[in-house]
């Protein structure tokens, strides 16, 4: 099934309050009403004032995908690929993954009754390993630090022994991305229409970025809005094929030729090698005037503990390159910004042990404690 010619569509589904993101179930390949869900989507859209005046920006609002199922934004494009899995008859799922889309396919499988292969890749967080395994799921860490080497792998199973790809992926697998595109509509629904000048989202392979341009291309079509934000996409200076594309004015097909040598970031979520949704991606940003950003490991985990201090929120190391591009973002005090936040950081709780003051022990009196916390110093 296609989705609806987005066309056909009532504008008033943009209008109204979603329960989830089944709410645009006709802009989603899915044919069933009984659909397998973990009540995913629908998530908040947070002012961010005190980091806004942390990097001069006017306004800073945070979508926050950390609160879906599985504690990240992979449960939509999850969903929707099983939903559409489970319809043509599928009984097993495999996925190659650096975590989450692991953690997602394992859940929802085990939502749906069906059995995932999950295939972890070298980059793939020792919390994720645990995630993804305790929902039933085959969880196996291939000895490879190259995406592309174990999507080929993937690629060859699912063809030998009948299995759905789900891997998040819209070269290989396109039903498997449109879930993205809930997060487009979504945003305009949490603005009144009106949506920020910039979203920055990280991006690995660009499946994320790539669906939200085309989630706001369908709000453009229907006219609802002029034009899309302003796309920024964020990688890790030790694993960014977007921002080498973008700058190099390189067209997708040949970026596929010229993998990313020798992935190495704290942000494993998004060390893909290139760029499985270039096709998407790069006329994001391209068509957008958007940008491109590569931030590096310290200012990654510097990013995490500043939203986890200045805003209470804990974000993975794959997510927190969003609030680390801010300071290279040409954005000022007149514009609004908002981010997207992919990942929770319980997913990988000893990413930030560097940065955070280790646990004190005291005696239970009122001096020791008021010593350990500085009282009256």
């Not at 989830?20 to 629908?42: Q, T």
């Not at 991006?203 to 706001?216: C, E, N």
């Not at 594309?245 to 090698?273: R, S």
Request: hydrophobic share 45%; glycine share 10%.
């Amino acid at each position: 099934m296609s989705p609806r010619p987005v066309g056909d569509v009532p504008a008033d589904v943009f209008r109204e309050p979603p329960g989830s993101l089944w709410a645009y179930r006709d802009l989603l390949p899915v044919a069933s009403e009984d659909v397998v869900s973990l009540g995913e989507g629908a998530t908040p859209l947070l002012e961010a004032p005190r980091l806004a005046a942390s990097f001069g920006i006017g306004a800073l609002t945070l979508k926050n995908e950390m609160v879906n199922p599985t504690g990240s934004f992979k449960d939509r494009q999850v969903c929707v690929g099983l939903n559409h899995a489970r319809e043509i008859g599928a009984e097993t799922v495999a996925v190659v993954s650096s975590g989450n889309v692991a953690c997602a396919a394992s859940a929802y499988a085990a939502r749906a009754g069906m059995r995932a292969v999950l295939l972890m890749h070298g980059h793939a967080a020792p919390g994720k390993l645990v995630q993804a395994a305790v929902y039933g799921g085959h969880a196996l860490r291939v000895e490879s630090p190259s995406a592309q080497a174990v999507f080929e792998l993937c690629i060859e199973a699912c063809a030998t022994f009948g299995w759905y790809h789900l891997s998040t992926a819209g070269i290989y697998e396109p039903y498997n991305v449109e879930g993205a595109k809930t997060i487009a509509y979504e945003l305009f629904f949490q603005t009144n229409g009106d949506l920020p000048d910039w979203v920055v989202a990280p991006v690995g392979g660009g499946g994320l970025l790539g669906g939200i341009w085309r989630g706001f291309l369908d709000l453009q079509r229907l006219g609802l809005i002029e034009r899309p934000p302003r796309l920024v996409g964020v990688q890790a200076s030790g694993c960014a094929p977007l921002k080498k594309a973008i700058d190099n004015g390189t067209a997708f097909l040949d970026t596929l030729k010229d993998p990313w040598k020798d992935p190495h970031t704290v942000a494993g979520g998004i060390a893909d090698d290139i760029l499985f949704d270039g096709h998407t991606v790069l006329p994001a940003i391209r068509s957008t005037n958007g940008a491109a950003i590569a931030v590096d490991d310290d200012a990654i985990l510097d990013g995490a503990r500043t939203l986890a201090v200045q805003e209470g929120l804990w974000c993975e190391p794959t997510c927190a390159v969003v609030i680390a591009a801010l300071e290279q973002l040409e954005a000022g005090p007149d514009d609004r910004v908002c981010c997207v936040l992919t990942g929770n950081g319980i997913k990988d709780p000893a990413a930030l042990q560097s940065r955070i003051t280790p646990a004190v022990t005291v005696e239970p009196t009122l001096d020791a404690l008021a010593k350990a916390v500085g009282e009256g110093a």
